[in-house]
């Protein structure tokens, strides 16, 4: 929209780059062009602005395909005025001298024109095509179709506008055809989801069987190892208390051999004393049988005195002297007869 001001009963137009200005005053033409700014009055001037940017129409209609089913199509048609004086005169975009504002709809009436074109063409397409097809392959067809009709179209032309792009966003089915459509594909997917989970559960079982197996076999390698572990103990065991009942035979048989030696000695010893003493006894009967009686007497006492008890005191009677001395008188020997006339007492 222009931007005027107002000065003294005059008014000052001032316009963008993308609008073009046409002024005419008393029906002649006094401004023409985009981007303007001038003085103009208001009572003998005649207005219009024609934007000649490019602008996007945004188009959404429904169809029906060959095998009757409706769809509804979104499409987007960028276009540009590129016949300024041409769309001014053929559509109203003249404006307010006082407030610059349109003083119709003239932007409505491009819409209008580009919309019902673009939907005569693409209906056209739709209605031989069947709605797989539509949905498959038809956004490129009903695109190219709609570019085609909008640039053979000869009230576009002699409007002044031209058609910069034509984009077909989408080409969708009811809602409950869509579902039925979707459901195919949806269990397909869904199938393949399965097989892919039973699959999944069919190689974690194989694995956790190979695992098992596994487990299995170590335990029967181990149960085997401890048997031998096992046996090896008992052969240890067997051959230790062989070598101890081997080692004890022969510690015995020393030791018996060892006694026997020592018998043997001790009775050769023994033997040999025996016949010493015999022989000794021998020769001391052969010594003492041509002696004296009265020498083996004194010999006896002898013998009997190294063999008595030890003597403390001894006491000696009056008769015991007597008689001793008697003895000793005659010549006798103390202890030859005295044994009668004893009367000493001992302590």
Same mark, same amino acid.
């Given at each position: 929209?222009?931007?005027?001001?107002?000065?003294?009963?005059?008014?000052?137009?001032?316009?963008?780059?993308?609008?073009?200005?046409?002024?005419?005053?008393?029906?002649?033409?006094?401004?023409?062009?985009?981007?303007?700014?001038?003085?103009?009055?208001?009572?003998?001037?005649?207005?219009?602005?024609?934007?000649?940017?490019?602008?996007?129409?945004?188009?959404?209609?429904?169809?029906?395909?060959?095998?009757?089913?409706?769809?509804?199509?979104?499409?987007?048609?960028?276009?540009?005025?590129?016949?300024?004086?041409?769309?001014?005169?053929?559509?109203?975009?003249?404006?307010?001298?006082?407030?610059?504002?349109?003083?119709? &709809?003239?932007?409505?009436?491009?819409?209008?024109?580009?919309?019902?074109?673009?939907?005569?063409?693409?209906?056209?397409?739709?209605?031989?095509?069947?709605?797989?097809?539509?949905?498959?392959?038809?956004?490129?067809?009903?695109?190219?179709?709609?570019?085609?009709?909008?640039?053979?179209?000869?009230?576009?032309?002699?409007?002044?506008?031209?058609?910069?792009?034509?984009?077909?966003?989408?080409?969708?089915?009811?809602?409950?055809?869509?579902?039925?459509?979707?459901?195919?594909?949806?269990?397909?997917?869904?199938?393949?989801?399965?097989?892919?989970?039973?699959?999944?559960?069919?190689?974690?079982?194989?694995?956790?069987?190979?695992?098992?197996?596994?487990?299995?076999?170590?335990?029967?390698?181990?149960?085997?190892?401890?048997?031998?572990?096992?046996?090896?103990?008992?052969?240890?065991?067997?051959?230790?208390?062989?070598?101890?009942?081997?080692?004890? &035979?022969?510690?015995?048989?020393?030791?018996?051999?060892?006694?026997?030696?020592?018998?043997?000695?001790?009775?050769?010893?023994?033997?040999?004393?025996?016949?010493?003493?015999?022989?000794?006894?021998?020769?001391?009967?052969?010594?003492?049988?041509?002696?004296?009686?009265?020498?083996?007497?004194?010999?006896?006492?002898?013998?009997?005195?190294?063999?008595?008890?030890?003597?403390?005191?001894?006491?000696?009677?009056?008769?015991?002297?007597?008689?001793?001395?008697?003895?000793?008188?005659?010549?006798?020997?103390?202890?030859?007869?005295?044994?009668?006339?004893?009367?000493?007492?001992?302590?």
């Amino acid at each position: 929209m222009a931007d005027i001001t107002r000065r003294f009963g005059w008014r000052h137009l001032r316009s963008a780059p993308t609008a073009h200005i046409c002024h005419h005053s008393r029906g002649t033409l006094v401004h023409d062009g985009p981007g303007l700014s001038f003085w103009y009055r208001s009572l003998t001037a005649a207005l219009s602005e024609v934007p000649v940017d490019d602008r996007e129409l945004a188009m959404s209609f429904h169809a029906r395909t060959s095998d009757f089913q409706d769809v509804s199509v979104q499409s987007t048609v960028t276009y540009r005025v590129n016949a300024p004086a041409t769309a001014a005169a053929r559509l109203d975009f003249s404006i307010d001298p006082d407030t610059g504002i349109w003083r119709g &709809a003239p932007l409505e009436q491009l819409a209008t024109l580009l919309t019902e074109t673009a939907q005569q063409h693409a209906l056209d397409v739709l209605a031989r095509t069947a709605l797989s097809a539509a949905l498959v392959d038809g956004v490129a067809a009903v695109r190219q179709r709609i570019a085609d009709g909008l640039a053979a179209e000869p009230r576009r032309s002699a409007t002044g506008i031209e058609v910069v792009a034509v984009r077909v966003v989408a080409i969708r089915p009811e809602p409950e055809v869509e579902r039925a459509l979707r459901t195919p594909a949806r269990e397909q997917i869904q199938q393949e989801a399965d097989r892919a989970t039973y699959e999944r559960r069919a190689v974690a079982v194989e694995r956790e069987r190979t695992i098992a197996e596994n487990e299995l076999a170590s335990r029967i390698e181990l149960a085997r190892r401890e048997e031998q572990l096992v046996e090896q103990h008992g052969t240890n065991a067997r051959r230790e208390a062989e070598e101890a009942a081997a080692a004890d &035979a022969v510690r015995a048989e020393a030791e018996a051999a060892r006694l026997v030696r020592l018998a043997k000695a001790k009775a050769e010893a023994a033997r040999e004393a025996g016949t010493a003493r015999a022989e000794a006894q021998a020769g001391w009967l052969r010594v003492h049988a041509d002696v004296d009686p009265k020498v083996l007497q004194a010999l006896a006492l002898n013998r009997v005195a190294e063999n008595l008890p030890r003597i403390d005191s001894l006491t000696l009677t009056p008769d015991v002297l007597t008689g001793l001395l008697e003895r000793l008188g005659r010549g006798g020997a103390p202890g030859a007869g005295g044994a009668s006339g004893a009367g000493g007492e001992r302590r």
